[in-house]
């Protein structure tokens, strides 16, 4: 790189809007208690969520394979799905038939916000209704140029769990966020070139999960000082 160039050259990370991302008052906690009474089914009680786009570097079959070991050990937890669930986009997998596979349930184990439609969209405001909601946020991505909704649901007040892979790895601390581990056999992901990534280890970070659902003490612990570490951003 020139090295005038270099000196002229301003890095611009990404950041959150934090009049619309932040910690519920108290007013909006009632709402939230009435929002997770109607989202989770019959004896769900914990409440893990995934927000993004249904492409291969999301990996989104890794996190519900995850998720099939997680729900063995905690029957309670359930996941919600913010994106398109099947290939109505460029490299859009079909999930209804992953989910099938894994013998999760449709709309009890896993339940994708908008019902039946593939895509609905939600506005900011909704967003942070359901971070605010989540126990954890989830993402399983095998790369990412930043990842906004974890630095939006730790704005919120909501832990998350991100895999220790390219971006992520660099920009959350472990001791905030739960750092799924990486599997050491890389695979093949073709998005315009073909680069070789690292998905999340199943089993590790399964059990990762369940430590992070059923230690309710460091999970909030962490989400209350996610908040203050997101304002780095």
């Known amino acids: 790189v020139d090295a005038d160039l270099a000196e002229r050259a301003f890095e611009i990370e990404h950041g959150v809007d934090r009049l619309v991302y932040r910690p519920p008052n108290e007013d909006e906690r009632s709402k939230i208690k009435r929002l997770r009474t109607n989202l989770l089914p ?28 997680v729900i063995k050990q905690v029957p309670e937890a359930c996941l919600f799905l913010k994106t398109n669930m099947d290939r109505s986009i460029q490299y859009g997998l079909n999930l209804y038939s992953i989910i099938d596979h894994l013998s999760l349930r449709r709309m009890h184990d ?89 998905p999340i280890d199943i089993v590790k970070s399964s059990e990762m999960l369940v430590y992070a659902l059923t230690n309710y003490i460091d999970h909030k612990r962490r989400g209350k000082i996610g908040v203050e570490y997101s304002k780095r951003w």
């Not at 769900?44 to 998720?67: H, M, T, W």
């Open 42 to 69: 019959k004896g769900k009680e914990l409440l893990l969520l995934y927000v993004g786009a249904n492409s291969p570097r999301k990996d989104i079959p890794s996190l519900l394979q995850c998720f099939s070991h």
């Open 110 to 198: 896993v339940i994708w916000l908008g019902g039946v439609q593939t895509d609905a969209y939600l506005p900011e405001e909704s967003i942070v209704l359901f971070y605010w909601a989540s126990d954890l946020l989830v993402n399983a991505t095998l790369a990412e140029g930043w990842g906004l909704p974890a630095c939006e649901a730790m704005a919120c007040g909501t832990a998350v769990a991100v895999s220790n892979n390219t971006t992520p790895a660099k920009i959350h601390d472990p001791d905030v966020a739960y750092m799924l581990p990486v599997d050491s056999i890389g695979r093949i992901l073709f998005d315009q070139h073909e680069f070789i990534r690292y």
